[in-house]
T-cell receptor
């Protein structure tokens, strides 16, 4: 297992376009998290899944954002009608249930630039 | 709501100097505390953790002690190396919140030879 994989690594899009990012967690991890990190700031929680169920969404996640985790494996994060303020690094992380004490494994992120 | 505050960076030190990065938190419950590190061009990595008061987390020469009375979790290292240059993030996670992490803003450390 090579860890948490995110694709693409970089995405440049025009304002108003839709984008979709993919995250492949560590295979035995039940929980999957999405965070957003802007320059000079710490990551901010967006949403998380336990298996295929989306259990919490942040208020940061506007109606233009949607996340799915079909079959409890990989996850996608879609942003519709992108805005310049959506430019950020989008991070995915995974963990087994009940091992909070050990922290997560993060992916390398997808850097989104909206022009 | 819960929050984490870190000392502002960048912090610039000479090799072998002593490092302290301050972190304080506000939490409604009894959180677990973490330090994550982000090396240039890489993803976030867990550096160390502590889950209850007076626990000391340690890894790679770094240490941090969970101080409930001062709501702090300061990161220390006795002798930094150039390879420690990175951004360090303090974070907390409340129990029964699905493992959600709340991060500080990060502190950039630059170590000069």
């Amino acid at each position: 297992d090579t860890g948490v994989s995110q694709n693409p690594r970089h995405k440049i899009t025009k304002r108003g376009q839709n984008v979709t990012f993919r995250c492949d967690p560590i295979s035995e991890h039940n929980r999957l998290y999405w965070y957003r990190q802007t320059l000079g700031q710490g990551p901010e929680f967006l949403t998380y899944f336990q298996n295929e169920a989306q259990l919490e969404k942040s208020r940061l996640l506007s109606d233009r954002f949607s996340a799915e985790r079909p079959k409890g494996s990989f996850s996608t994060l879609e942003i519709q009608r992108t805005e310049q303020g959506d430019s950020a690094m989008y991070l995915c992380a995974s963990s087994p249930v009940g091992t909070l004490n050990y922290g997560y494994t993060f992916g390398s992120g997808t850097r989104l630039t909206v022009v | 709501g819960d929050s984490v505050t870190q000392m502002e960076g960048p912090v610039t030190l000479s090799e072998e100097a002593f490092l302290t990065i301050n972190c304080t938190y506000t939490a409604t419950g009894y959180p677990s505390l973490f330090w994550y590190v982000q090396y240039p061009g890489e993803g976030l990595q867990l550096l160390l953790k502590a889950t209850k008061a007076d626990d000391k987390g340690s890894n790679k020469g770094f240490e941090a002690t969970y101080r409930k009375e001062t709501t702090s979790f300061h990161l220390e290292k006795g002798s930094v190396q150039v390879s420690d240059s990175a951004v360090y993030f303090c974070a907390l996670s409340e129990r029964n919140q699905g493992g959600k992490l709340i991060f500080g803003q990060g502190t950039e450390l630059s170590v000069k030879p």
